[in-house]
């Protein structure tokens, strides 16, 4: 093999007596992909930063790092100057602050390109102009022109590729780069770095904690787990063979698209934070299931396992019992407990009563300029035509990108309150008809849970008070609520006797079940989780989700389940709910929409997930929307997808001018059948049913 | 914490304490809290004890000592007057320990109040209550108070620290109602909201509880002011009037002969210092007792690291 074009060895960072790397080996080779996955803490992004000498003036680093033989670490900061960004490229995860707002776009990659080539400024305009083409910015020219805040963020993420390629680096650094973004702009992300690794024959590295993005795109994956690399092996080997628990626990933690049922194997325990100190052994061992004594007395190094030649030297794992691993190859299942989750009540739907009922929700917001004479501009239409049915007993998912009004929608049901448009039906009580009193009482059959559990809890509250409060909210007495705290910490799997502990003193997985044991506390029967396990790690989100289902099955709850993310709502919930730009697009049950999609939107939604399975992952048809979501700001007639949509586009004139005029309705597959769309053309325009697949009459999707 | 002694806490169980226990205990197991009770307490004694302690009356002149230095007859000396400087004193802490701290208590309060409320309702209330502390800012308070505080001559010193307060609040109340209007945005209050839980019992759980180290510092600041403007109001004859004394009066007239007769001015500064010097001690227990992640806090947090383990 040739020599690497980057080799890291022994890579140490600390800051301070804490240690964020400890002793990373890596080797990068020309035009190939590697993937660095690991949860937050793990040093991934920190090894990234080290390798461009970008770390905060507190970082020590050690080790070496070469590039084509050439040692950067100790290196000037002149002679680094002149590497980054000519040789070695970043992409950083936030696009928001990775521009400065007041230059134009254009001139901060032409700026990119003189810093590092001899041209004039007119060549190097040319040449941003270029790359905004390459990275498929419509009307590159004009795009010049414009300030980072005119553009979206998928936009700005390939302007920043676009300045990462501009002189044709030799390696591409991007650190989370769709992380902050959507799924369907994650895939067009996701593209154009492929497209301009192919057109630069950049090597890449990947820095992600996403196992889909990460199996889609890389060739080689290195693991990471408290500061070092448990394992390295190429992508097919990693996710079909893993050798360390620690990635087979993270492959069973993630929920997917292509499969469902039964609980998740949640990994006990949390991820170290960064540079927490530990004692001697295998950092993991404390949560690993196949622990053994000698794991705790040495650490135990990154090796071949001698005894299964399959990996040829290329498959690498930190761990004593990786031939153990190697040899048998259990499924995550075989080796983590998983716990019990009991079935769910499974009374026919018909026969179970409604939770919620939501028609032709409507929600706009008014929008005004001055500050002096504010005078009304216009209306953003934030909700505008939500439809949702929930019985007991059943969880819906709420699916959609960000602005499509997803958390609008719930504040809307929550507020319990007349709406602005369109009628909600709570328990059977209609909320424009509510006085105080009723409203009051109602408050405590629903309750929510929220994204960030940083953010929900008051810090200066300990979590018995945090749990007691919604009672004390309905009367209870101040006693009997206090009786019940213990109850209801065990009941989310805590320990009862934390009760007087304040919640800074949790991880984010044990807030979370906080948040979830206090809206417990009322015995709602409704649930609205928002986006209730996005900022947690993978290994502790399937604690939470398994939690979820099990509370479901023993209390009868009904749940409101919103978020982006597709793989985690076809795990969990029965029905799902597909919004585009405030309205619902498509409701049905989650077998059927996931398998048979009928909106195109959906299907392109569908398509762009990544799955964490490499061979899965390549055989899929490609999907790619184009484009971003147009503004709420303006009442669209027609369809309001119609300017992205793949059919539309296919469609012949006199079709089109229906999609252009007409808004869809909502229309069932067939009768009886608990599937809507709303589209003129489901399914592409043909016959519904009688056909499955995602077999696309779409239009070839646009690569690269 | 293994799973067996979580099993014995769960079979020895108690209802949690609340907040107000936890932080009380925090507050009680500060040591810089501690002293400062302690050190109020004893002022307090002084202040109230101290008259019977001294055969002398704060205002009868002892025509046979003018301008003594302190001696055992009298313990802190004379004034110019011939009188006695101990019993003038503690006369004074008297007048100045309660005012001080009833303005800063009144004032603060008044504060939190208004700018808490003017934050979370936001619209009408908000515009109505930024008008009124406008308003006051503008007024010169000190002219407003010398103008009112004849009238109040016969309702004594109660309706001066109502004055006192009422002049104080208002950049307080801004910087509470600004610090409000961010913290409603909170998803914690939201959550509270969603659940059903009544406005102002929002702003007392929720609210006033994450302003409370600002809060706590602009009261101890207050106290020591309180006392000051006291002073200087009654320098221009409004307030504490002769032959009645406080800290501030005793202060004023002393400092001029500070270098020449030191005990007419440095028993009553020290004495001053120690009581601000006290506030400030309790007021940084009780904002450390309040605030969780504060030094006493780090202790808890690391158990709980080691422990956390335990569950996900």
Not at chain 1, 611 to 623: Q, V, Y
Not at chain 2, 22 to 46: C, D, Y
Not at chain 2, 48 to 58: A, E, I, Q, R
Request: with cysteine; net charge neutral.
């Amino acid at each position: 093999m040739t020599s690497p074009l980057l080799a890291v060895r022994n890579l140490t960072v600390d800051f301070g007596d804490h240690p964020a790397v400890r002793g990373v080996d890596l080797e990068v080779h020309r035009g190939e992909t590697l993937g660095l996955v690991g949860e937050s803490g793990s040093g991934k992004s920190v090894t990234a930063l080290a390798v461009l000498g970008l770390l905060p003036a507190a970082g020590r680093i050690g080790g070496s790092v070469q590039l084509d033989g050439r040692e950067l670490v100790g290196l000037p900061a002149k002679q680094l100057a002149g590497i980054r960004g000519r040789r070695i490229a970043m992409v950083f995860q936030d696009p928001l602050s990775a521009f400065t707002p007041v230059y134009r776009i254009g001139d901060q990659i032409a700026e990119a390109v003189r810093v590092h080539q001899p041209v004039s400024r007119d060549a190097a305009r040319r040449r941003a102009a270029d790359l905004l083409d390459l990275v498929g910015i419509p009307d590159p020219k004009r795009a010049l022109d414009a300030y980072p805040h005119e553009f979206s963020g998928g936009m700005r993420q390939r302007a920043m590729i676009a300045m990462a390629v501009a002189n044709d680096p030799d390696i591409l650094l991007a650190d989370e780069p769709t992380t902050a973004l959507d799924v369907t702009i994650q895939a067009q992300v996701l593209d154009v770095l492929r497209t301009a690794q192919r057109e630069t024959g950049a090597a890449l590295v990947l820095v992600s904690h996403d196992l889909g993005v990460i199996a889609g795109s890389a060739d080689r994956v290195a693991v990471m787990y408290a500061g070092r690399i448990v394992e390295t092996a190429p992508v097919d080997e990693l996710f079909t063979a893993p050798r360390h628990p620690y990635t087979l626990g993270l492959i069973g933690a993630v929920p997917r698209l292509d499969g469902r049922g039964g609980p998740l194997v949640p990994i006990p325990g949390r991820p170290p934070a960064a540079g927490e100190l530990r004692g001697p052994g295998c950092p993991f061992a404390d949560r690993c299931p196949l622990v053994e004594d000698r794991c705790r007395t040495a650490e135990p190094p990154l090796t071949g396992g001698g005894t299964h030649p399959a990996g040829g030297g290329t498959h690498l794992a930190a761990c004593l019992r990786a031939d153990h691993l190697a040899a048998t190859r259990p499924a995550p299942a075989e080796v983590y407990p998983v716990p019990e989750v009991p079935a769910a009540d499974a009374a026919p739907r018909e026969e179970r009563e409604p939770v919620l009922a939501v028609s032709g929700l409507t929600r706009s917001f008014p929008r005004y300029r001055g500050t002096l004479l504010r005078r009304r501009i216009g209306e953003t239409f934030a909700v505008d035509g939500v439809d949702l049915d929930i019985r007991r007993g059943e969880t819906l998912g709420l699916v959609g990108e960000s602005g499509s009004g997803k958390s609008t929608t719930l504040y809307e049901i929550l507020k319990l309150a007349a709406p602005q448009g369109g009628r909600i039906e709570l328990l059977g009580q209609d909320t424009a008809a509510l006085d105080r009193a009723a409203a009051h009482r109602l408050r405590a059959r629903v309750q929510i849970v929220f994204q960030d559990p940083a953010a929900s809890l008051d810090p200066r509250m300990p979590v018995g008070d945090v749990i007691a409060e919604p009672l004390l909210a309905q009367r209870v007495p101040a006693a009997d609520a206090r009786r019940r705290i213990p109850e209801l910490l065990r009941q989310v799997g805590l320990d009862p006797a934390h009760a007087d502990r304040y919640p800074h003193e949790f991880s984010g997985g044990q807030r979370q079940r906080i948040s979830i044991a206090r809206a417990l506390a009322v015995r709602p029967d409704l649930l609205v989780l928002d986006e209730p396990v996005s900022a947690l790690d993978v290994s502790v989100q399937a604690g939470v989700l398994n939690l979820l289902q099990q509370l479901k099955a023993e209390l009868g709850l009904a749940y409101l389940f919103v978020s982006h993310d597709l793989s985690v709502v076809r795990h969990l919930a029965d029905r799902v709910a597909v919004m585009y730009l405030g309205r619902t697009v498509e409701t049905g049950t989650v077998e059927r929409v996931f398998a048979e999609p009928r909106h195109p939107y959906t299907r392109a939604l569908l398509a762009a997930v990544p799955l964490p399975d490499p061979a899965a992952e390549r055989a899929r048809p490609r999907l790619l929307l184009a484009g971003d979501p147009p503004s709420p700001a303006e009442r669209h007639l027609g369809c309001p997808f119609r300017s992205r949509c793949p059919v539309h586009a296919a469609l012949a004139p006199e079709q089109r001018t229906r999609c252009a005029t007409e808004l869809p309705p909502a229309t069932p597959a067939a009768p009886g059948v608990d599937h809507t769309a709303a589209c003129h053309f489901p399914d592409g325009g043909r016959p519904p049913l009688g056909h499955a697949g995602t077999d696309p009459a779409c239009p070839p999707p646009r690569r690269g | 914490m293994s799973a067996e002694t979580m099993e014995q806490t769960v079979a020895g169980e108690r209802a949690p304490v609340g907040r107000v226990r936890l932080a009380a205990g925090r507050l009680a197991g500060s040591r810089g809290a501690l002293t400062g009770v302690v050190v109020l307490a004893l002022l307090f004694l002084l202040a109230f004890v101290g008259p019977y302690l001294t055969p002398w009356d704060y205002a009868t002149p002892d025509y046979t000592a003018l301008r003594q230095p302190p001696s055992g007859q009298h313990w802190f000396g004379t004034n110019g007057l011939g009188q006695d400087v101990f019993a003038q004193t503690v006369r004074g802490l008297q007048k100045s320990l309660v005012i001080g701290l009833l303005v800063a208590v009144l004032s603060t309060g008044l504060a939190s109040l208004v700018g808490a409320c003017a934050g979370y309702f936001g619209g009408w209330t908000d515009r109505v209550l930024t008008f009124l502390v406008d308003l006051m800012l503008i007024f010169p308070a000190f002219l407003v108070i010398a103008v009112i505080s004849p009238r109040l001559r016969g309702s004594g010193w109660i309706a001066f620290v109502v004055l006192l307060a009422v002049f104080n609040w208002m950049i307080t109340a801004r910087v509470i109602r600004s610090m409000t209007r961010s913290l409603r945005e909170r998803e914690f209050v939201a959550a509270a909201r969603f659940m059903g839980v009544a406005p102002f019992r929002i702003i007392w759980r929720h609210i006033l509880p994450n302003v409370s180290s600002f809060l706590i510092i602009d009261a101890t600041i207050t106290v020591g002011g309180a006392v000051m403007s006291e002073a200087a109001l009654s320098y221009f004859g409004f307030g504490v009037r002769p032959p009645d004394v406080s800290l501030g009066t005793l202060l004023a007239a002393g400092a001029g002969d500070a270098p020449v007769f030191p005990w007419l001015f440095y028993f009553a500064a020290g004495l001053l210092v120690l009581f601000v010097l006290a506030v400030n001690l309790v007021g940084d227990g009780l904002r450390d007792a309040l605030d969780p992640t504060a030094a006493p806090g780090r202790r808890a947090r690391k158990t709980a690291n080691s422990s956390r383990r335990s569950t996900s």
